[in-house]
């Protein structure tokens, strides 16, 4: 089983839509979540991290839960410009886990005017 | 200018040829990474330094060797290329403290 699982869509949404991405961890032990996005042919960047009790950065609402070892990403009124890929990124608590991430294969979204 | 650059962006390469990819920050990180991403397969670790006397080997490390010269440089090798070595490879860094790790542009590798 891999440590970190998403679904790899492809997602392809009109703009406008809501759309949710989940995400599963095998490993108890993780203490530490985030989504990173990567668009096409370029380097991942830290998106949000996520937080026990959930948090909203605007349009994206990241969840966390721990007794179900999931996390989920969820984005309100898709703009053209969210078509990108979506890694989900854990890592476990302090020790030599400190700062070694464990990323998701990715989950791909397109917007469509 | 962008905090952390790789060298080169691209590169051919034939079977057997020994390679070096190079990776440069401006960012003052201690910790530095080396990542190979492949379709389907996501961002696999190869190897990590949490400074210039720490190196780890991550999950992929065979066939790779890496080397920490400074504090801002982090070279991988690839001693005899193979072709399933083919993949983008990219560079990151964390500072102490944080999570958040910030990538290079990425090294596309072609081994014929």
Redesign the interface.
């Known amino acids: 089983r891999k440590e970190v699982e998403q679904d790899?869509g492809p997602f392809n949404v009109p703009e406008g839509a809501t759309v949710a991405f989940n995400c599963t961890y095998s490993n108890s032990a993780s203490q530490?979540f985030?989504w990173y996005r990567q668009d096409c042919?370029?380097?991942?960047?830290?998106l949000m991290?996520v937080y026990s009790s959930g948090n909203e950065d605007g349009r994206f609402t990241a969840q966390l839960n721990r007794a179900s070892q999931y996390i989920s990403l969820l984005i309100r009124d898709s703009k053209l410009s969210d078509s990108a890929t979506y890694?989900c990124v854990v890592?476990l608590a302090g020790g030599?886990s400190y700062?070694?991430?464990?990323?998701?294969?990715?989950t791909i979204l397109t917007v469509h005017p | 200018d962008a905090d952390v650059t790789q060298t080169p962006r691209n590169r051919i390469t034939k079977t057997g040829k020994r390679i070096m990819l190079e990776c440069s920050q401006t960012k003052g990180h201690d910790r530095m990474y080396w990542y190979r991403q492949d379709p389907g397969l996501g961002l696999r670790l190869i190897y990590y330094s949490f400074d210039v006397k720490d190196i780890n080997k991550g999950e992929i490390s065979d066939g790779y060797s890496v080397s920490r010269q400074a504090q801002a440089k982090f070279s991988l090798s690839l001693e005899s290329a193979i072709p399933n070595q083919t993949a983008l490879y990219f560079c990151a860094t964390m500072g102490r403290g944080s999570y958040e790790q910030y990538f290079g542009p990425g090294t596309r590798l072609t081994v014929t």
């Open positions: 790899p530490s985030f042919r370029k380097e991942p960047k830290l991290s890694l890592n030599t700062g070694k991430l464990t990323f998701g294969q990715g």
